[in-house]
Each structure stands twice: as C-alpha cells, then as structure tokens.
C-alpha cells in the first residue's frame, strides 16, 4: 500500500494533522475508537482549548521551541473550527473552553473534515516494524493480516504515557530513538498528590481555594482532600513543577489578610475559641486537622501580635511533603519526551531525517491544566500537516 503520508495515532493530534496533510493521507491506531482521550476529557465536555493561550503556560526544555507553532494556528482558529461546525461552547474560569453538550462532537468535527480531506482512518490496528529506506516503510497488523505501507511521510502523534488503560505507551519514544533522537526524561504531569496513608482520610471530598508553590512557581486554583492525598486544579498544576522528595507550601487563605482579620476580632470577639473564628473561613472539617498540626488553641482575646504573625505563617505557608504522585494511571499528560533539539519548530519535522514528524504530547512540550494542551496537538499538527502540503 502506497501514501504520501502516515499518520500514527488517531488521538486530538493524529487526526487534526490529517485535516491539514492534504489526501492520500492514512491514520492508523490499536484503539476501536478514534479519539479516546477528547472523549473522556473536560468531564465528557472536551475542554478542547483556553482564551490565554501563552508561551510561559508550557515546560520543555527548550522554552521557545512551541512558540512558532503556537503562533500560526491559534485558539481562535480552533474555535473558528468549532463554530463553523456549529458546536455549541461555553467559557468556564481561568479562560477554559468547553462544549456545552459531548466532547465527542470534537471527534466527530475531526473525522468530518478528514473525511474532506481525504484522509483514510484504519483502527484495530497496530505497528509491527518501521524502518526507512528512501521511504518509510511499516508493517501494520490489521484484522489478523499483515499490511505494508509505504510512505514519503510518517508523522508520530502517539502521545506519551499518560492513562496507560486507554492504551497510551511508550511507542513515540522508542520511533525516536530507533531514528537517532533522544528522549528527555518523562514523568506524570498533571497528576493528583499522595500521602502516607490516611492523612487526609477524614476530610476527604472538602475543596477549598488556595495558592500553591513549588519551585518558584504559585497556582491559585481550588485544592481537594482525598483518601490518597491531594488533588484538585491547583494540585495537577502545580504537579508538573514538583520533583519527587520535595515540599509543596500550601496557603490556604490566598483571599483572606489573616492578620487583620484576627486583630479586629481580637477586640471585638475575645471570648470566642481561635477554631470557632477558624471554622468560618476555612471548611469547618479541616479545623480540627490544622489545630493538631498547628496548635491551634486558645481564645481570640489571648493572642498576642506575634502569634497572630506565626498563625499567618502557619496557615498561608503550610509545608507538606508528598510522598508521591498517582503515577500515569491518573496523569493528564506526560511530561518529557521527544527532544524538541533536532526537530524544526515550524515544521515539526526531524532535520536529519526529513519526511518524519513527531507531534503533541509525543514531544518534549507540555501545557498547563485548562485546553492548553489539546491546544499544543491542534497547533503542533497544523504545522506538520500544512509543511506536508506545502511540500508535496
């Protein structure tokens, strides 16, 4: 079988790079559905982009890599896409898209404009072997048969490792190294906190506002209790600048100027319990927590200036330690991967080996919670796909 262009994944990169690489173009993935990941994410609704799309919300190594790509196909003209499919889409906090009714209408808008395109969807089926030879060269299993395909181009959109249970693995790493490029190392990203068992057991299901901080960097987003440990927007973000033995500064009042708060009640309520006054500005179940971690004892009357600085302090700076993270089982996405070093940030396209195409999560490229990166696999594509076609 002969194709101008190979495309393996159909996931949000996949496809939307067969939408730009033009026809005579075949997407292949083990998966029965294409598009898995849009299907699940945003609660089923696709938070498919974000109004504040900007370069400083990604990681990678080479910190401009992803700002070429970002810049020629913007959020606005995915949701031109979307519009024009006349999906219906709402804003929610933080500039995060959604769509008001299934995050399959995404797939669904996906496969529409492949089909336009003239692209071919194979699923079912897996890669056997690639090599290259003047042309790429794969051997696919499909429906128990083996089928070779050659192609002038072979762009990888596999992902990373993230949710291994919906099939993601490890198979754009091994591509890359196969043809000579190196792998940065990659770790969950986008992943809920553990604790040592039962920390958090009793407060488990209470959110609350806060701003979290790991290595000079701040989230101000609402933090959630669980069985196992920390999750919540917050905690996803700030996850992906955490490294494994480190502290995360908890401040769990970010709205609140705790010091001038006591003060006042300090005259006017001194009888009344500290954790009483607590209870009303913090969720009433996480005071009995905090008073046993911070003392929290005595009446409003008897603090003096000093302990009201150190309460402040305890309670907007509060350090904890996570044992570890859910590891990619719950991962949003990977962080690391392909080294963005030899690859052409117009085109996507690897310098030394021309015609092959690393794109989204597969690369060392990663955005923040909130559309970022299904915003990085939609731009990504678009330059491979348009670089195709350019090039034909």
């Given at each position: 079988?002969?194709?101008?262009?190979?495309?393996?994944?159909?996931?949000?990169?996949?496809?939307?790079?067969?939408?730009?690489?033009?026809?005579?173009?075949?997407?292949?993935?083990?998966?029965?559905?294409?598009?898995?990941?849009?299907?699940?994410?945003?609660?089923?609704?696709?938070?498919?982009?974000?109004?504040?799309?900007?370069?400083?919300?990604?990681?990678?190594?080479?910190?401009?890599?992803?700002?070429?790509?970002?810049?020629?196909?913007?959020?606005?003209?995915?949701?031109?896409?979307?519009?024009?499919?006349?999906?219906?889409?709402?804003?929610?906090?933080?500039?995060?898209?959604?769509?008001?009714?299934?995050?399959?209408?995404?797939?669904?808008?996906?496969?529409?404009?492949?089909?336009?395109?003239?692209?071919?969807?194979?699923?079912?089926?897996?890669?056997?072997?690639?090599?290259?030879?003047?042309?790429?060269?794969?051997?696919?299993?499909?429906?128990?048969?083996?089928?070779?395909?050659?192609?002038?181009?072979?762009?990888?959109?596999?992902?990373?490792?993230?949710?291994?249970?919906?099939?993601?693995?490890?198979?754009?790493?091994?591509?890359?190294?196969?043809?000579?490029?190196?792998?940065?190392?990659?770790?969950?990203?986008?992943?809920?906190?553990?604790?040592?068992?039962?920390?958090?057991?009793?407060?488990?299901?209470?959110?609350?506002?806060?701003?979290?901080?790991?290595?000079?960097?701040?989230?101000?987003?609402?933090?959630?209790?669980?069985?196992?440990?920390?999750?919540?927007?917050?905690?996803?973000?700030?996850?992906?600048?955490?490294?494994?033995?480190?502290?995360?500064?908890?401040?769990?009042?970010?709205?609140?100027?705790?010091?001038?708060?006591?003060?006042?009640?300090?005259?006017?309520?001194?009888?009344?319990?500290?954790?009483?006054?607590?209870?009303?500005?913090?969720?009433?179940?996480?005071?009995?927590?905090?008073?046993?971690?911070?003392?929290?004892?005595?009446?409003?009357?008897?603090?003096?200036?000093?302990?009201?600085?150190?309460?402040?302090?305890?309670?907007?700076?509060?350090?904890?330690?996570?044992t570890g993270t859910e590891g990619y089982r719950t991962a949003e996405v990977t962080l690391g991967g392909v080294s963005t070093s030899r690859?052409?940030?117009?085109?996507?396209?690897?310098?030394?080996?021309?015609?092959?195409?690393?794109?989204?999560?597969?690369?060392?490229?990663?955005?923040?919670?909130?559309?970022?990166?299904?915003?990085?696999?939609?731009?990504?594509?678009?330059?491979?796909?348009?670089?195709?076609?350019?090039?034909?």
């Amino acid at each position: 079988m002969q194709v101008n262009t190979l495309i393996l994944g159909a996931g949000a990169a996949g496809m939307m790079a067969a939408t730009a690489a033009g026809p005579d173009t075949l997407v292949i993935d083990h998966a029965k559905a294409a598009g898995e990941k849009i299907r699940i994410s945003g609660g089923g609704r696709c938070n498919f982009t974000n109004m504040y799309i900007e370069p400083k919300a990604y990681l990678g190594t080479n910190p401009h890599f992803h700002k070429s790509a970002l810049a020629k196909y913007t959020q606005w003209d995915f949701l031109d896409l979307v519009q024009a499919h006349k999906i219906a889409w709402h804003e929610k906090t933080l500039g995060q898209l959604f769509c008001d009714d299934k995050a399959t209408q995404i797939t669904a808008m996906l496969r529409a404009e492949m089909d336009k395109a003239g692209a071919k969807l194979f699923l079912q089926t897996a890669v056997k072997t690639i090599r290259h030879d003047g042309a790429f060269i794969a051997e696919l299993e499909r429906e128990g048969r083996t089928i070779t395909v050659h192609a002038k181009n072979l762009i990888i959109a596999t992902g990373g490792k993230s949710i291994p249970k919906m099939g993601a693995s490890g198979l754009a790493y091994e591509i890359a190294k196969q043809f000579g490029l190196d792998v940065t190392e990659t770790r969950p990203a986008l992943v809920p906190f553990t604790f040592e068992k039962g920390r958090f057991a009793d407060i488990s299901g209470i959110a609350l506002p806060t701003r979290i901080s790991a290595n000079k960097t701040s989230f101000d987003e609402a933090m959630l209790f669980t069985h196992r440990g920390l999750s919540g927007p917050s905690v996803l973000q700030i996850s992906s600048y955490w490294r494994e033995g480190e502290q995360i500064l908890v401040n769990l009042l970010p709205d609140t100027d705790l010091v001038a708060h006591l003060k006042e009640k300090r005259k006017t309520d001194g009888r009344k319990a500290l954790t009483t006054e607590l209870a009303k500005i913090l969720p009433a179940r996480l005071v009995p927590l905090l008073s046993q971690e911070m003392e929290l004892k005595g009446n409003l009357g008897d603090l003096s200036d000093k302990r009201i600085d150190a309460l402040n302090t305890s309670l907007t700076s509060w350090a904890l330690r996570p044992t570890g993270t859910e590891g990619y089982r719950t991962a949003e996405v990977t962080l690391g991967g392909v080294s963005t070093s030899r690859i052409d940030s117009a085109s996507m396209m690897c310098r030394e080996v021309p015609g092959l195409y690393f794109i989204g999560e597969a690369l060392d490229v990663t955005g923040w919670l909130g559309g970022y990166n299904f915003q990085w696999a939609w731009s990504s594509a678009q330059a491979a796909g348009r670089h195709i076609t350019a090039n034909r």
